[in-house]
């Protein structure tokens, strides 16, 4: 069973930082693309950022570019994402998702709560 | 801001279509790209509901339907229940953004 677990998630103030983790299980690491998608409260989603398989590819929306860096590590079956001068704006759910291979996520974790507030 | 336009709110009683209308460009749909389909039930993590534009992943009923021409796609309820009532949201690739983009959502109700 194909699982996704987030952690690192918490109320943080304006510019400060925070690391995400999500825990991969239940299949080949290693054969997809891995991302992150939010979703503010009450709003829609937005994808935040995604990394290919081995790392060498990674590309963000355009307001995290300079702030957010997404990671893995194939080894711990984990990808990351490193958020700093977070905004009032970065209030969200933050999911892990995984690419289902044609640019599309055919699986989500349970998310975890980045609130950014003074 | 979203670059894929839906309809804020559907709704209809048991048993009846609906349709959700799933609005783009040509930078997006247009271009060519493929049109996905997630559902969110309320306080749950989304859903894939269809994937390519119109194929389904294995459990999802084939009440769900999807369908894409020119710069749209349309997602298709048929014979609705009450356990379809959630939010739905069409998911492309962008070329201008070079990014993915999702829809703004759509909010399916069951009178």
């Known amino acids: 069973e194909v699982q996704l677990v987030e952690s690192g998630g918490g109320l943080v103030q304006p510019g400060g930082s925070l690391r995400l983790s999500c825990a991969a299980s239940?299949?080949?690491?290693?054969?997809?693309?891995m991302g992150w998608v939010r979703q503010a409260p009450g709003k829609g989603l937005e994808w935040v950022a995604n990394i290919k398989q081995d790392g060498s590819e990674k590309s963000y929306m355009d307001s995290v570019k300079g702030r957010f860096a997404i990671s893995r590590d194939n080894a711990e079956n984990s990808v990351y994402l490193q958020m700093n001068s977070l905004r009032v704006e970065d209030t969200a759910v933050y999911y892990c998702a995984r690419d289902g291979g044609t640019y599309y996520i055919d699986y989500w974790g349970q998310g975890t709560l980045v609130a950014v507030s003074s | 801001q979203s670059v894929l336009t839906q309809p804020p709110s559907v709704s209809g009683a048991p048993g009846q279509r609906v349709t959700i209308s799933c609005t783009g460009s040509?930078?997006?749909?247009?271009?060519?790209?493929?049109v996905h389909w997630y559902q969110q039930l309320p306080g749950t993590a989304p859903k894939l509901l269809i994937y390519?534009?119109?194929n389904r992943p294995s459990g999802v009923p084939d009440r769900f339907s999807g369908s894409k021409s020119g710069t749209s796609a349309s997602l298709a309820i048929t014979g609705l229940q009450a356990e379809d009532e959630a939010d739905y949201y069409c998911?492309?690739?962008?070329?201008?953004?070079?990014?993915?983009?999702f829809g703004t959502g759509t909010k399916v109700t069951v009178l």
């Open positions: 040509s930078s997006n749909i247009g271009a060519g790209y493929v």
């Open positions: 998911q492309s690739f962008d070329t201008s953004l070079s990014f993915y983009v």
């Open positions: 239940g299949f080949t690491f290693t054969s997809h693309w």
């Open positions: 390519g534009n119109s």
